[in-house]
């Protein structure tokens, strides 16, 4: 439609052009001594017109000729600058692909080119990070320090990746200084608090753990289970550096109540108690989660068994009546009926062990059922029967690869 109304115009033009020049019927004289020369007005109309548009392409002749040098180093700058840009996505491309030496080539073509400092940057992190990935540390350090000249846009940037990098390379402190820049720029990037959690969690600092655990669950930047799992190593990290039986009680009172209950941290607060000798506290621990059917855990039963040679024989008795009635609930619990086994053989309860313990075998043959059951029947002097059990055990180790 453009273009018609462009050839419309022109016809147009010309036609007024046509019949001005009809009107027009003067003539100018042109005085030039000692020549004197007379013209159409409308021809000398024309010659101006024409003069001008020849001395307009001249002039733009000689300014394209002018610029031209100019030109030519801005044409290169570009082709340079694309071929830049296009390294630089295909060092991207490269580094998710796993193609990390190819990434750290197309990275470094991008550099030199490139006038943009946040592009310099990022293709400097992505040669750190190509280099750290193939165990180079002296080029991934430089490329870190390069960073240290770019702009505050990327720094970061900058911070998070050398985290990372640091962490992948089991050099925690080093990351925690990286983090701690990182959130000396922005305290609640839920990113580098994420990362604070698992290095303070490898530098065994279980109270830094815990309260990161809780800011990140309140900023739903943590799922429950996952908070769950961190509170557990924390508080596994804490057990082991208590050397008395009074400290696991007064730090039992200030973890919560949900936690206390976790059957696998009872076990291991139960297995600190039998280092430190404390064998009634952990047979109280132990028995308060069996009493539960929630808490209840297999591993929990086996671990009651193992203190029934240690505890006094009121505390055995009790611990054997309360299990027969968590038996009721669990009647297929074969480590249960084993810890039933040898507390009934601590009290010399002879006839009930063997039933106990034989109905373990029954349901689950064990090295270790095997094993109880034949010491039992040398104690009450079956010594056949007891070299077939101590057999069986043998067999099964030797299945299991013991």
Known sequence: MRFVFWVVGLFALAVLIGLASTINTGYAILFVPPYRMEVSFNFLILAIVLLILVAYGVLRLLGIAANLPHEVRTYQRQRKLKASRHALREAAIAMFEGRFQRAEREALKSIDDEYSDENRGLALMIAARSAASVQDLERRD???????????????????????IRLDGKQPLEALAAVERARAI???LTSALRLELKIRLMLKQPEHVLTLTEKLLKADALEAEQARRYRLAAYRQQLASFSSEREIRDWLKRIP??????????????????????????????????????????????????????????????????????????????????????????????????????????IQPTLCAHAELAKLLLAIDKPEKAERHYQDALKIALENGC
Request: hydrophobic share 45%; aromatic share 4%.
């Open 142 to 164: 430089g490329y870190l320090a390069r960073l240290e000249d770019m702009p505050e846009r990327i720094q970061l940037a900058r911070h998070m990746l050398e985290a990372q």
């Open 257 to 362: 109540g949900v936690e206390r209950q976790n059957p696998a941290l009872v076990a291991d607060i139960a297995n600190q108690l039998i280092k430190l000798d404390a064998y009634d506290m952990a047979a109280e621990l132990i028995a308060g989660a069996l009493s539960d059917d929630e808490q209840a855990t297999p591993e929990l039963a086996r671990e009651l068994g193992l203190l029934a040679g240690h505890i006094d024989s009121p505390r055995r008795l009790t611990l054997l009546r309360d299990a027969e009635n968590w038996l009721k609930s669990r009647p297929r619990d074969h480590l249960l009926l084993l810890s039933l086994g040898r507390l009934a053989h601590a009290e010399q309860l002879w006839g009930k062990a063997q039933n106990y313990l034989e109905a373990s075998l029954s």
């Open 186 to 188: 922005s305290s609640n």
